[in-house]
């Protein structure tokens, strides 16, 4: 453990410098004020995105036995575009769901949970809890989901679709101060829940069968597992959006960086990673691109050339 260690503090002490600059980066006696009531919730919003998409990929991975798959293809993502499209389809673009971040919030994090609820008891229970199977529905409804958001997309007026777009895509720009606060409570709440299962999720790595060999009730544990990693990505993407490729990104990153398959390591170390590739990209869309670009197109970028990566390196095998 005194690699693991020590690998914590160095990405730990890469996180802080890295919020301290981005933080601290521009500013003089006559803005700080100003930038930091706008950097401030930045952070706290990338804190929050960070930690939630890294822990619900490293648990999906953890119980799919997969680590090329993230929790994206259950369709939690489409949905969240579905649900945005919708309500501007129908309501426009200045009703009280797209207007009130709060409202817009907690309705489309409660879908999400709603629909990755229903999946999970359906498919589950009908095919005697292959996780397998569920990937597969997921898949098939998260392209549904797609295909009726690109139909309505191409319907609606132009100077909505302007507006949706807002919502499409990952931002950390104007967080709402309140929806952070709340998302804090839900991330304490859930953290209670994983630690006393830490144990659990090691054995849980090592497959289904050894797993229930070895006393884990697998079935079970799978299902609270799958609960969680939906509450965590609906709470990260009705946050800032989706960002499809940050969790394969993270997770093989650090699962080569730790070569361990302690949960209590991996969820730090890939939290971190993640904040640091947040921030960076956070970074490079203020100060490089000043903000004709968003993060979510350089991390699904970057990301998707690793993933591309990843299939070569699989197939070699």
């Not at 260690?5 to 919020?19: G, P, R």
């Not at 609270?224 to 394969?248: D, N």
């Not at 947040?278 to 970057?302: A, P, Y």
């Amino acid at each position: 453990m005194n690699k693991n260690k020590k690998q914590i503090i160095i990405m730990s002490i890469i996180a802080i410098i890295s919020l301290i600059l981005f933080i601290v980066w521009g500013l003089t006696a006559k803005n700080y004020r100003f930038n930091l009531s706008l950097r401030i919730p930045k952070v706290l919003g990338i804190l929050i995105a960070g930690g939630s998409i890294s822990v619900a990929s490293i648990l999906f991975q953890t119980i799919t036995n997969n680590r090329i798959i993230t929790p994206s293809i259950i369709g939690l993502d489409s949905l969240y575009s579905l649900v945005q499209t919708v309500v501007v389809f129908v309501f426009g673009s200045t009703s009280l769901f797209m207007v009130n971040k709060t409202v817009n919030f907690l309705t489309s994090g409660t879908l999400m949970v709603l629909l990755a609820m229903i999946l999970f008891k359906v498919v589950l229970k009908k095919s005697k809890n292959n996780i397998f199977l569920l990937l597969l529905v997921g898949t098939v409804v998260g392209t549904l989901f797609r295909s009726m958001s690109s139909f309505m997309q191409v319907l609606i007026d132009p100077n909505e679709y302007d507006a949706l777009q807002t919502k499409l895509f990952a931002s950390f720009s104007l967080v709402n101060t309140k929806i952070i606060l709340v998302s804090i409570i839900i991330i304490v709440i859930l953290g209670l829940f994983l630690y006393k299962d830490f144990g659990k999720l090691d054995v849980m790595s090592l497959g289904r069968e050894q797993a229930i060999n070895l006393g884990v009730d697998y079935d079970k544990f799978s299902k609270k597992i799958l609960v969680i990693v939906a509450i965590l990505v609906s709470l990260s993407t009705a946050l800032v959006g989706p960002i499809t490729f940050l969790g394969i990104l993270v997770v093989n990153l650090t699962y080569e960086i730790t070569k361990t398959y302690r949960h209590s390591v991996l969820l730090i170390v890939g939290t971190l990673i993640s904040i640091i590739a947040l921030v960076g990209g956070q970074f490079l869309v203020e100060r490089v691109f000043t903000f004709n670009t968003t993060i979510s197109i350089i991390i699904n970028f970057i990301g998707g050339i690793y993933f591309i990566n990843l299939l070569l390196r699989e197939s070699k095998l």
